[in-house]
């Protein structure tokens, strides 16, 4: 039997995957936690195979948790609703074997976890997709404090020639900037500038 732990904060989704898990034939849930403080100690108790961790909770995160988790023998498999960038990079970071969304079909489930047992890598397609996507993208240069400037003002609805006025430089300055910071995050215009820098947190102060 493969032994289980599920952490997540809400009791109806615990509740739900051991119901589920039961109807595996080779799935035991020997724990369940709320969070990660609680999981580090109930997987401590347990030694489970698999943990099943959903990522965010209240208190310790799930990537804490996974990462306080590494030194244990259990194979971490990711349940969550999120597949953004800054969800799954930091989790595969911690240490996550596998990491499936909620609305992964139950077949698919116990395999991912019989999988995670056998200490095998499981990801969703969309996860799998990104991370992919992550691999062949090019070394990221970072923009120049300028370049996150003219992109801040940008990203505020500045025009090519407002943006020079406040800078106190030319409106083909803003332009090269701009050329080069479309490079840098591998886009085509403007609006998609905006959109890739606050998805890497560029403009978390703009």
């Known amino acids: 039997m493969i032994r289980v732990v599920i952490v997540d904060d809400h009791p109806v989704v615990r509740d739900g995957l051991r119901g589920m898990l039961a109807a595996a034939g080779d799935v035991d849930v020997v724990g369940e936690a709320a969070d990660g403080a609680e999981a580090e100690a109930v997987v401590r108790a347990k030694n489970p195979d698999v943990v099943l961790m959903d990522l965010r909770m209240p208190g310790v995160d799930g990537v804490t948790a996974i990462g306080r988790l590494r030194d244990f023998p ?109 490079a840098k995050l591998g886009v085509k215009d403007r609006a998609s500038a905006v959109a890739e820098a606050y998805e890497r947190g560029l403009l978390g102060g703009v």
């Open 74 to 182: 259990a194979r971490v498999l990711v349940l969550t609703t999120y597949d953004t960038d800054s969800d799954v990079l930091p989790a595969i970071k911690a240490g996550a074997t596998g990491y499936l969304l909620k609305d992964t079909p139950r077949e698919e489930l116990f395999r991912a976890v019989r999988s995670a047992a056998r200490g095998e890598a499981v990801l969703s397609p969309s996860v799998a997709t990104r991370l992919v996507g992550q691999v062949r993208a090019p070394t990221a240069e970072p923009l120049s404090e300028r370049e996150v400037e003219v992109l801040g003002l940008i990203a505020r609805g500045c025009t090519n020639r407002e943006a020079a006025v406040r800078l106190f430089i030319s409106e083909a300055t803003v332009k090269t900037h701009l050329v080069h910071v479309y």
